[in-house]
């Protein structure tokens, strides 16, 4: 079987109300992982699919389903 998903995250709540700063010293787009709050015992939606040995392939010859891992 092979699970995709990444660990649950979320914005800081004091970050929420705040746009992103954009200039010559940020990235555009994205946030220092400071101002995240992560939590490693759970997952955002991910996929499970199972393998029949032929590698990645195509996804047409793979059933995929949606779960949450806790």
Do not use: W
Request: aromatic share 10%; charged share 25%.
């Amino acid at each position: 079987m092979r699970f995709v998903a990444n660990y649950r995250y979320s914005l800081k709540p004091d970050l929420e109300a705040k746009p992103l700063q954009t200039g010559a010293d940020s990235l555009q787009g994205f946030r220092d992982a400071k101002d995240y709050i992560s939590d490693c015992k759970q997952t955002m939606v991910g996929f499970v699919q199972k393998d029949h040995g032929q590698g990645m392939g195509s996804m047409k010859n793979h059933k995929v389903q949606c779960y949450v891992g806790k």
